[in-house]
């Protein structure tokens, strides 16, 4: 049936269809489906990979993330490769062959004598450095030796590029051609323990490291072999590296006219055997140039056989020809000049798309795109027969798995005018580059393998002035460097974020610059420059937090905690050595006074020299303590700080109630009677001395009854304790205590038994001119005070007399020092 115009029998089941077909709308119609016509958003590309005893999590979208590794991730001892795997690798490794028919196979002329060399001096397990020019023939010779190689080490022989390679970069190829470790790239330390044990002859061709760097490579792997292929221009090794040298000169006449009939398949005609000697002067005898002599030969004897097969070579029109066909001519020989820089002139007799791709080439720095990129470059889906084109006139040289133009040939395009155009170039390239890098289906190791080609259009582009170019670089960074880091190649992944940070501030892109500053910093704390790392990290920090990013901001706040951590803390200086703990703060405190708080308040009433004050250290815990005990210290430092301060403050409290009450009783003159004293009793007045506690007898105030104790009362009078009624003479009596100077009596009027000695000999110390003389009446004493001590024996002897005024010095006992009183004493 039509399924526009249903038949009788659908309509019964109308209801029900109509039904399915909702439900299979809505289900198309659910939020995770995209609508018609969009295709579906793949998802990003996120790798985890093990870098020393970091976990990182290369993140395209947010950054990439790094942790420590959680026990039982870290991955196994890497294990070698077999041989067949090792010979996998190296025809993978290999630069593709070009498309269309093969070239001839080239003979290695005046060769032999030099590869029998390079092969005894390896087979003793010596390393060669082979130096020769551009276009000397110096790769075809390398593959020749490693051929002869093949079974001298235990790992075989492994070949690999050190065109714009590292020592690092080259320790790490050389660690992944012989071991197996996927997803593995160890640290430093791990790395020269691993390549410490190969035991390999490695060809290491377009080295460009020399002297210490150089030095560093053989010292790393003291097992291998290396025979080194590099240019005059490099820097020499140093006199330690023990490298034998072999120098690689041009080829011979003879040789070089050889190789030309090799390369055209014909023998020479006089006149191009003349040509051919002529340019062998010139280019002194470089295979290289009579490769592409031998282009130009070929191309020459196409255009004899048919004047069009180069299209618009000729200017002849094709009308001008009879029957409209062009004449067979006598194309001439090319110059020398042409001859020795033949570029410009082979170029023009190639295909369109042969052009398109040097063009390119120029653009990106004599990088030649991978085959499989042409067609969408050029816009010809046969573009990728140009690279054969290209291969076969000697306009190539291989480079590890690709291709770049031969030597010299960069500059002669240059010369006529291939790169007028290289800022449009380059960034068709970039964009193109940018969608390819960014696909799921693109493996880390075939964007490692156009790594060359994307650094050089990320260059041209930020060296550029035209508008958006900047933008595109940072486009390009922002997809290839996730793929570099994911596919091991961390010197092209530094190389394109540096490129992408800087693309990134010319165009005022702060994100994408935060983010680059965030991978840099990531890299290098893998890489352990932890000083980099933290100056990276908080860049991108402060920019995320100004465009308030809060997980781009949090995943740099992660890193630069581990950067913290990998560098002991706040600052390097800082740091507490293994097994310590950091000491205790100390603490200056008061020590507690000697018999207690209370043993202290006991004395303050009886005037007593005041303890002086300790001043203590708080001791730091000893090294390899345990933190507990050092905060143990720490809490009872507090609590003893609070009772010394405490103590303190009741101690000044005391002693200014104390100075104030005598202040206060000094100034007053107690019932308007005023005793002044003139003489201190000494012991020289009586042969059993006088105690500085026992009353003295004076004339001029009233005998003392003999045998009656007298004690000061309440009020401070002396009063007789065989009678309430005291003797009026005591009243007045210098043998009084003064006030706070009771060296017998207790501040409760407790009795004290004995009469104490001083302790040492009283001072005297007048306090009153001898010349004037003041007597004053005493008082009667209070009849209703009851004396509550008997007091101490007086001893008549000892009794001053009337005629002078006495001066009472007191000495407190125990301490031995004089207390003088005011000049006008006050008997309370």
């Known amino acids: 049936m039509d399924p526009t115009n249903r038949g009788p029998e659908e309509y019964g089941r109308e209801h029900d269809r109509s039904g399915e077909d909702a439900a299979r709308r809505r289900q198309s119609r659910d939020p995770l489906t995209p609508d018609f016509g969009h295709q579906t958003p793949q998802q990003s590309r996120t790798v985890q990979l093990i870098s020393g005893d970091f976990l990182l999590t290369v993140n395209p979208v947010d950054g990439s993330e790094i942790e420590p590794c959680r026990p039982g991730e870290q991955p196994a001892t890497p294990v070698r490769h077999t041989a067949a795997e090792r010979a996998d690798r190296e025809r993978a490794t290999a630069p593709p062959v070009p498309p269309g028919p093969p070239g001839p196979q080239l003979p290695l002329l005046e060769r032999q004598e030099e590869r029998e060399r390079l092969v005894r001096l390896l ?19 390398l593959s020749a030796v490693a051929a002869d190689c093949a079974d001298l080490a235990p790992d075989g022989v492994v070949r690999l590029s050190g065109y714009k390679r590292t020592t690092t970069d080259l320790l790490y190829n050389l660690f992944e051609a012989v071991h197996q470790a996927p997803l593995h790239r160890p640290d430093r330390e791990g790395l020269l323990a691993l390549v410490h044990g190969i035991g390999a002859v490695v060809v290491l061709d377009d080295l ?49 006219i050889e190789l030309l009939e090799r390369v055209v398949e014909r023998p020479l005609t006089d006149d191009e055997a003349n040509w051919a000697g002529d340019l062998w ?21 196409e255009l004899r056989t048919d004047p069009e097969t180069f299209g618009d070579e000729f200017d002849d029109e094709p009308g001008d020809a009879p029957f ?5 001519q006598d194309t001439p020989l090319p110059s020398l000049g042409e001859g020795a820089a033949p570029a410009a002139l082979l170029a023009s007799r190639l295909s ?3 052009r ?27 573009a990728d027969a140009a690279m054969g084109e290209l291969a076969a006139c000697g306009l190539l040289s291989p480079a590890g798995s690709r291709y770049r133009l031969a030597a010299g040939i960069l500059a002669q395009l240059e010369a006529r005018g291939y790169g007028e155009d290289a800022d449009v170039r380059a960034r068709t390239a970039a964009q193109h580059y940018a969608w390819w890098a960014g696909h799921p289906s693109v493996t880390p190791e075939r964007a490692v393998a156009e790594a060359d080609a994307v650094l050089a259009a990320m260059a041209r582009l930020v060296l550029g002035d035209r508008a958006g170019q900047a933008s595109a670089a940072v486009l390009l960074a922002r997809s290839a460097s996730p793929a570099f880091a994911a596919g091991m190649y961390w010197g092209a992944w530094e190389k394109a974020l540096r490129i992408g940070q800087e693309a990134a501030r010319i165009a005022g892109e702060v994100a994408e610059e935060a983010y680059f500053h965030h991978e840099l910093g990531v890299l290098a704390l893998c890489t352990g420059n932890l000083d980099r790392a933290r100056a990276e990290l908080e860049a991108s920090i402060g920019m995320r937090g100004a465009l308030a990013d809060k997980s781009g901001a949090v995943a740099g706040r992660r890193a630069l905690a581990l950067v913290a951590d990998r560098s002991g803390g706040p600052g390097e200086n800082e740091r507490t050595p293994a097994g310590e703990e950091i000491p205790a703060a100390r603490h200056d405190e008061s020590a507690s006074p000697p018999g207690g708080i209370s043993a202290a308040m006991s004395l303050f009433p009886r005037q007593a020299e005041e303890p002086a004050t300790l001043v203590s250290r708080q001791s730091s815990p000893a090294a390899g303590k345990g933190g507990f005990s050092g905060r143990v210290a720490v809490l009872q430092g507090a609590r003893r700080n609070l009772v010394a301060v405490g103590a303190g403050a009741l101690l000044a409290a005391v002693l200014g109630t104390v100075v104030t009450l005598g202040a206060t009783s000094g100034s007053e003159d107690p019932e308007g009677q005023n005793v002044t004293t003139e003489q201190s009793a000494n012991e020289d007045d009586s042969e059993s001395g006088l105690s500085a506690d026992e009353p003295t007898d004076g004339t001029a105030s009233g005998d003392a009854t003999p ?3 007298t004690t000061p009362g309440a009020s401070g009078r002396a009063a007789p304790s065989g009678s309430d009624t005291p003797s009026p003479g005591t009243s007045g009596s210098d043998s009084g205590p003064t006030t706070g100077a009771t060296s017998s009596g207790s501040p409760s009027g407790r009795p004290t038994s004995g009469n104490p000695s001083p302790t040492k000999k009283p001072t005297k110390t007048p306090t009153t001119s001898p010349t004037t003389p003041s007597t004053t ?11 509550t001590t008997p007091a101490p024996t007086t001893d008549p002897a000892t009794s001053n007399s009337a005629s002078g005024p006495a001066t009472a010095s007191a000495t407190s006992p125990g301490t031995g020092r004089a207390e003088t009183p005011d000049s006008t004493a006050t008997v309370a």
């Open 324 to 328: 409209g066909r062009a004449e067979a």
């Open 281 to 301: 002067f010139e280019s002194e005898g470089l295979p290289l140039r009579f490769v592409q002599a031998g282009a130009l030969l070929r191309q020459r004897d």
């Open 707 to 709: 045998g009656k104790d």
């Open 356 to 382: 398109d791709t040097l063009h390119f080439a120029v653009a990106l720095g004599g990088e030649v795109p991978h085959q499989a990129h042409l067609p969408a470059l050029v816009g010809d889906t046969h």
């Open 777 to 787: 009446p005493t008082e009667s004493p209070d009849p209703t005070e009851t004396p």
């Open 352 to 354: 369109e798309a042969a």
């Open 208 to 256: 460009e490291v020399g002297g210490v760097a150089l030095q560093e490579l053989l010292d790393a792997t003291p097992e291998c072999a290396f025979l080194l292929g590099t240019t005059p221009d490099v820097a020499a090794p140093t006199a330690e590296s023990n490298l034998e040298e072999v120098f690689l000169a041009g080829l011979g006449r003879s040789s070089s």
């Open 123 to 141: 087979a003793r397990g010596r390393s060669v450095r082979l130096t020769g020019p551009a276009g000397s023939g110096r790769t075809a010779l």
